[in-house]
Protein backbone atom coordinates (compact mmCIF):
# COMPACT_ATOMS: atom_id res chain seq x y z
CA UNK A 1 0.00 0.00 0.00
CA UNK A 2 1.27 3.72 -1.35
CA UNK A 3 0.96 6.06 2.24
CA UNK A 4 2.36 8.91 0.06
CA UNK A 5 -1.01 8.56 -2.60
CA UNK A 6 -3.58 9.24 0.42
CA UNK A 7 -5.14 12.56 -0.14
CA UNK A 8 -7.98 12.29 2.20
CA UNK A 9 -8.69 10.68 5.71
CA UNK A 10 -12.31 10.07 6.80
CA UNK A 11 -13.45 8.96 9.73
CA UNK A 12 -16.71 7.29 11.32
CA UNK A 13 -18.03 9.25 13.93
CA UNK A 14 -19.25 6.76 16.41
CA UNK A 15 -17.00 4.25 17.90
CA UNK A 16 -13.90 6.27 16.03
CA UNK A 17 -14.07 10.03 16.89
CA UNK A 18 -16.30 9.27 20.11
CA UNK A 19 -17.08 6.70 22.59
CA UNK A 20 -20.38 6.87 22.08
CA UNK A 21 -21.81 3.24 23.58
CA UNK A 22 -23.47 5.35 26.53
CA UNK A 23 -25.64 8.08 24.96
CA UNK A 24 -26.72 5.24 22.28
CA UNK A 25 -27.64 2.49 24.87
CA UNK A 26 -29.33 5.16 27.01
CA UNK A 27 -31.26 6.76 23.96
CA UNK A 28 -32.50 3.38 22.41
CA UNK A 29 -32.67 1.97 26.24
CA UNK A 30 -35.51 5.27 26.92
CA UNK A 31 -37.24 5.03 23.61
CA UNK A 32 -37.87 1.07 24.45
CA UNK A 33 -38.92 1.89 28.00
CA UNK A 34 -41.53 4.48 26.35
CA UNK A 35 -43.70 1.31 24.83
CA UNK A 36 -42.93 -1.24 27.79
CA UNK A 37 -39.98 -3.00 26.26
CA UNK A 38 -36.51 -4.37 27.84
CA UNK A 39 -33.55 -2.05 27.59
CA UNK A 40 -31.27 -3.70 25.00
CA UNK A 41 -29.53 -6.67 25.07
CA UNK A 42 -25.71 -6.90 23.82
CA UNK A 43 -26.79 -8.06 20.72
CA UNK A 44 -28.88 -5.50 20.30
CA UNK A 45 -26.82 -2.79 21.44
CA UNK A 46 -23.86 -4.15 18.56
CA UNK A 47 -26.60 -3.60 15.69
CA UNK A 48 -28.01 -0.28 16.43
CA UNK A 49 -24.48 1.06 16.99
CA UNK A 50 -24.15 0.89 13.04
CA UNK A 51 -27.36 1.14 12.29
CA UNK A 52 -29.34 4.38 10.99
CA UNK A 53 -31.85 5.75 13.49
CA UNK A 54 -34.34 4.74 10.75
CA UNK A 55 -32.88 1.17 10.44
CA UNK A 56 -32.38 0.58 14.06
CA UNK A 57 -36.30 1.47 14.74
CA UNK A 58 -37.55 -1.34 12.33
CA UNK A 59 -34.82 -3.47 13.86
CA UNK A 60 -36.34 -2.88 17.38
CA UNK A 61 -40.13 -2.81 16.48
CA UNK A 62 -40.07 -5.79 14.13
CA UNK A 63 -43.37 -6.36 13.29
CA UNK A 64 -44.85 -3.28 13.76
CA UNK A 65 -46.56 -2.05 10.68
CA UNK A 66 -47.35 1.71 11.81
CA UNK A 67 -44.06 3.11 13.15
CA UNK A 68 -45.51 6.92 13.40
CA UNK A 69 -46.08 6.73 17.59
CA UNK A 70 -42.13 5.91 17.31
CA UNK A 71 -40.88 8.46 15.96
CA UNK A 72 -43.46 10.52 17.42
CA UNK A 73 -41.64 9.80 21.02
CA UNK A 74 -38.14 10.25 19.04
CA UNK A 75 -38.98 14.18 18.59
CA UNK A 76 -40.08 14.20 22.09
CA UNK A 77 -36.70 12.08 23.72
CA UNK A 78 -34.27 14.15 21.18
CA UNK A 79 -30.60 13.18 20.96
CA UNK A 80 -29.16 16.40 22.22
CA UNK A 81 -29.91 15.42 25.82
CA UNK A 82 -27.37 12.28 25.62
CA UNK A 83 -24.32 14.14 23.75
CA UNK A 84 -22.91 14.98 27.30
CA UNK A 85 -22.52 10.76 27.48
CA UNK A 86 -20.52 10.94 24.60
CA UNK A 87 -16.18 11.40 25.16
CA UNK A 88 -14.10 12.46 22.38
CA UNK A 89 -11.30 10.31 21.05
CA UNK A 90 -7.60 10.75 23.14
CA UNK A 91 -5.57 12.95 20.31
CA UNK A 92 -8.29 13.19 17.82
CA UNK A 93 -8.13 17.21 17.98
CA UNK A 94 -4.41 17.09 17.53
CA UNK A 95 -4.58 14.57 14.53
CA UNK A 96 -6.84 16.67 12.64
CA UNK A 97 -4.68 19.62 13.23
CA UNK A 98 -1.53 17.36 12.28
CA UNK A 99 -3.56 16.26 8.77
CA UNK A 100 -4.75 20.18 7.99
CA UNK A 101 -0.77 21.01 8.22
CA UNK A 102 0.51 18.64 6.03
CA UNK A 103 -2.21 19.04 3.20
CA UNK A 104 -5.08 16.22 4.07
CA UNK A 105 -8.36 16.45 3.30
CA UNK A 106 -10.57 15.95 6.91
CA UNK A 107 -13.71 13.71 5.94
CA UNK A 108 -16.62 12.14 8.26
CA UNK A 109 -18.59 9.52 6.97
CA UNK A 110 -21.17 8.62 9.62
CA UNK A 111 -24.94 6.87 9.33
CA UNK A 112 -25.94 9.86 12.09
CA UNK A 113 -28.75 11.41 10.40
CA UNK A 114 -29.31 14.91 11.78
CA UNK A 115 -27.37 14.95 15.12
CA UNK A 116 -23.50 15.23 13.59
CA UNK A 117 -24.33 19.47 13.44
CA UNK A 118 -24.86 19.48 17.19
CA UNK A 119 -22.23 16.80 18.24
CA UNK A 120 -19.70 19.00 16.43
CA UNK A 121 -20.91 22.13 17.76
CA UNK A 122 -20.98 21.16 21.37
CA UNK A 123 -17.25 19.59 20.94
CA UNK A 124 -15.91 22.52 19.23
CA UNK A 125 -15.23 20.54 16.64
CA UNK A 126 -16.54 22.98 13.75
CA UNK A 127 -13.77 23.87 10.94
CA UNK A 128 -11.85 20.69 11.35
CA UNK A 129 -13.40 18.93 8.70
CA UNK A 130 -13.39 19.95 4.91
CA UNK A 131 -16.51 17.25 4.25
CA UNK A 132 -18.92 15.46 6.36
CA UNK A 133 -21.16 12.97 4.87
CA UNK A 134 -24.35 11.31 6.89
CA UNK A 135 -26.87 9.68 6.30
CA UNK A 136 -29.66 12.37 5.17
CA UNK A 137 -27.19 13.26 2.70
CA UNK A 138 -27.05 9.95 0.92
CA UNK A 139 -30.01 7.90 -0.38
CA UNK A 140 -27.99 4.32 0.48
CA UNK A 141 -26.06 4.89 3.46
CA UNK A 142 -23.70 2.23 4.75
CA UNK A 143 -23.07 -0.42 4.24
CA UNK A 144 -23.23 1.15 0.93
CA UNK A 145 -20.26 3.21 -0.41
CA UNK A 146 -21.96 6.19 -1.20
CA UNK A 147 -20.28 8.53 1.26
CA UNK A 148 -17.21 7.92 0.42
CA UNK A 149 -18.34 8.07 -3.62
CA UNK A 150 -19.11 11.10 -2.93
CA UNK A 151 -16.33 12.61 -1.12
CA UNK A 152 -14.26 11.25 -3.93
CA UNK A 153 -16.57 12.81 -6.49
CA UNK A 154 -16.56 16.31 -4.33
CA UNK A 155 -12.53 16.63 -4.24
CA UNK A 156 -11.78 14.31 -7.28
CA UNK A 157 -10.66 11.53 -5.89
CA UNK A 158 -8.99 7.83 -6.81
CA UNK A 159 -10.66 5.04 -4.23
CA UNK A 160 -6.91 4.39 -3.40
CA UNK A 161 -6.60 8.10 -2.69
CA UNK A 162 -8.60 7.86 0.56
CA UNK A 163 -8.27 6.53 3.61
CA UNK A 164 -11.50 5.14 5.78
CA UNK A 165 -11.27 5.12 9.64
CA UNK A 166 -13.98 2.87 10.95
CA UNK A 167 -14.89 0.52 13.39
CA UNK A 168 -17.82 -1.93 12.35
CA UNK A 169 -18.96 -4.30 9.82
CA UNK A 170 -20.87 -1.93 8.04
CA UNK A 171 -17.53 0.23 7.40
CA UNK A 172 -15.46 -2.24 6.84
CA UNK A 173 -18.15 -2.86 4.04
CA UNK A 174 -18.40 0.33 2.76
CA UNK A 175 -14.82 0.51 2.34
CA UNK A 176 -14.34 -2.29 0.34
CA UNK A 177 -17.20 -1.44 -2.29
CA UNK A 178 -15.60 1.57 -2.88
CA UNK A 179 -12.35 0.14 -2.76
CA UNK A 180 -10.72 2.84 -0.73
CA UNK A 181 -7.99 1.94 2.08
CA UNK A 182 -9.35 0.89 4.80
CA UNK A 183 -8.01 1.36 9.17
CA UNK A 184 -10.18 -0.62 11.41
CA UNK A 185 -10.37 0.97 15.11
CA UNK A 186 -10.18 -0.66 18.64
CA UNK A 187 -11.65 -3.45 16.28
CA UNK A 188 -9.14 -6.21 15.34
CA UNK A 189 -12.14 -9.02 13.96
CA UNK A 190 -12.47 -6.53 10.68
CA UNK A 191 -10.61 -7.27 7.59
CA UNK A 192 -8.25 -3.86 7.15
CA UNK A 193 -5.40 -2.74 5.41
CA UNK A 194 -4.38 -1.68 9.01
CA UNK A 195 -5.69 -2.04 12.47
CA UNK A 196 -5.23 0.93 15.49
CA UNK A 197 -6.10 1.76 19.05
CA UNK A 198 -5.81 5.27 18.83
CA UNK A 199 -5.17 8.49 16.93
CA UNK A 200 -1.47 8.03 17.33
CA UNK A 201 -1.41 4.75 15.15
CA UNK A 202 -3.11 6.51 12.20
CA UNK A 203 -0.55 9.66 12.55
CA UNK A 204 2.12 6.71 12.58
CA UNK A 205 0.60 5.34 9.24
CA UNK A 206 1.03 8.58 7.68
CA UNK A 207 4.29 9.35 8.90
CA UNK A 208 2.99 12.60 10.32
CA UNK A 209 3.39 11.66 14.18
CA UNK A 210 6.92 13.99 14.37
Known amino acids: ???????????????????????????????LQAFGKPKLNEEQFINVHMMTVKEAID????????????????KTIGYHKFIQYMSMEKGLKELLVKLKENGYIRGIATNRTNTMEKVLEDFHLEGYF?????????????????????????????PD?????????????AAASAKSKFVAFKNSALTADFNVNSMDEIAGILQINQ
Open 59 to 74: YLFPGKDDLSDVYDSL
Open 130 to 158: EVVMTAAKVKKPKPDPEQLLLIMEKFNLQ
Open 1 to 31: MDILKIKAVVFDCDGVMFDTAVANRKYYDEV
Open 161 to 173: EILFIGDSEYDCQ
